[in-house]
C-alpha cells in the first residue's frame, strides 16, 4: 500500500472518543495525510465532550474537526475509521469503498477485529450482539470488500494495543501492515488532573460489562464495595454504565463518584507513584499503562462465576487481562 503521509487530505469517521484519539494520534505521527478532517458521528455526547476537549487542549497541526457531522458519502478518497463492526462502515465500505483505508483501534474490540481479517471464518460482527439477517449479510459483503483491498495493499492498521505474535505474523503474510503508536501526541501535552484528591489516590475504572450483560451486578458491586472498605476510591464510571451499577456505589462510604465523559487517556494522564489503577480487563489498561507508566495499575480477570449465562466463549476470550493479572478475593457481602 502506498503510505498516504503527506499525499493530502484524509477523512476520518469515527464513533466513539478512543477512535478520535486514535484518529489524532495517527496523524500527529504523520501516518495520515497531510490534512485531516475528522467526522464524529452525531449524537454521541461523549464524544460531543471529547471533541471539547482535545480542541481545548489544542488540535494537532493540519486537524479540522466537522460538527455535526456524518459518515463520507463518496468513495475513492483516503478514509480512516475506528469501528470496523459498525453498520454504518460497513455500509460505506459496500456502497462507497475508498481509495485506501486506515484502520484505527476500537479499544479491546480490535484483537476481534483483526481475528475476522486474517481468518475467512470469523465474522466481522461483535460476538456478544445478536445480528438481524440483514446485518449479517452486510457484515459478510463488507468483510469480502476488505479482504479484496487488503489483497490488493490498500489497508493499514495503526494501534495502540499489542497483538498476539500470531496475528502479526499471519497480518504480514496477507499484506496487512500493522503499525504501533503510544500516544505521543497525548503524553506531549501538559499533565492532566490526577483523577483523585486528599487520601483518595486508588482509581477504580468502571466496566460497561454489566450494562452489556456479560456479567453479573452483584458479584462487582461487592467487589468494589470490598475496596471502598480498605480506603477511599475515586470511582470513574464507564461512558455506558447505568443505574444497576452506579445507584448502589453512588452514596457508599469511601466511593466518590465521577461522571465525566472525557476518555481515562486524557484525564488522568496527569497520574504518578502515588496512584494505583484497578480494573477489570479494560482499554484504557493497556493505554494508561503507556501514557502513566509510573501509575500502579492493577487489571483483574472475570471470575468464572461472574459470567452471566449465554456470554459467548469469543466474548470471555477477548475479554481477559494483558500479560499478568492481579489476583484477588470477593466477598460474599459488603463490611457496611
Not at 100 to 126: E, F, K, Q, Y
Not at 169 to 189: D, Y
Not at 272 to 287: F, M, N
Request: charged content about 20%; hydrophobic content about 40%; overall charge neutral.
Amino acid at each position: 500500500m502506498t503510505d498516504v503521509a503527506g499525499t493530502g487530505t484524509v477523512q476520518a469517521w469515527v464513533e466513539s472518543p478512543f477512535q478520535l484519539l486514535g484518529a489524532l494520534e495517527a496523524h500527529a505521527a504523520g501516518r495520515l495525510g497531510r490534512w485531516l478532517v475528522v467526522l464524529p458521528r452525531k449524537d454521541v455526547e461523549p464524544l460531543v465532550t471529547a471533541v471539547a476537549e482535545v480542541t481545548r487542549l489544542g488540535l494537532p497541526a493540519g486537524v479540522t474537526i466537522q460538527l455535526p457531522s456524518g459518515p463520507p458519502r463518496h468513495g475513492g478518497g483516503d478514509l480512516a475509521v475506528g469501528d470496523a463492526f459498525s453498520g454504518e462502515v460497513h455500509r460505506l465500505l459496500v456502497q462507497h469503498p475508498p481509495r485506501r483505508l486506515v484502520l484505527l483501534d476500537d479499544g479491546r474490540s480490535t484483537r476481534r477485529v483483526m481475528d475476522a481479517l486474517i481468518d475467512p471464518d470469523v465474522p466481522l460482527v461483535r460476538p456478544h450482539v445478536p445480528q438481524a439477517p440483514h446485518r449479517a449479510v452486510l457484515a459478510r459483503l463488507a468483510k469480502m470488500r476488505l479482504r479484496r483491498m487488503i489483497a490488493q495493499g490498500r489497508v493499514r492498521v495503526i494501534t495502540a494495543l499489542p497483538l498476539p505474535e500470531r496475528v502479526l505474523r499471519v497480518s504480514a503474510a496477507i499484506g496487512l501492515p500493522v503499525e504501533p503508536h503510544n500516544f505521543t501526541w497525548l503524553r506531549s501535552l501538559p499533565g492532566g488532573e490526577a483523577g483523585a484528591s486528599g487520601e483518595e489516590k486508588t482509581i477504580v475504572l468502571g466496566t460497561s460489562m454489566v450494562a452489556n450483560r456479560l456479567i453479573k451486578a452483584q458479584p462487582y458491586l461487592s467487589w468494589i464495595r470490598s475496596l471502598a472498605d480498605q480506603g477511599p476510591v475515586v470511582y470513574r464510571a464507564h461512558r455506558r454504565e447505568n443505574a444497576s451499577t452506579l445507584s448502589p456505589l453512588t452514596d457508599y462510604p469511601g466511593i466518590t463518584m465521577v461522571r465525566g465523559e472525557v476518555p481515562a487517556e486524557i484525564s488522568l494522564r496527569g497520574l504518578s507513584d502515588r496512584h494505583r489503577v484497578v480494573s477489570l480487563p479494560s482499554t484504557a489498561v493497556s493505554t494508561l499503562r503507556l501514557i502513566v507508566p509510573e501509575a500502579e495499575i492493577q487489571e483483574f480477570a472475570v471470575p468464572e462465576e461472574w459470567w452471566m449465562p449465554g456470554t459467548p466463549d469469543v466474548a470471555r476470550h477477548h475479554l481477559v487481562p494483558d500479560g499478568e493479572s492481579d489476583s484477588f478475593e470477593i466477598p460474599q457481602h459488603s463490611s457496611r
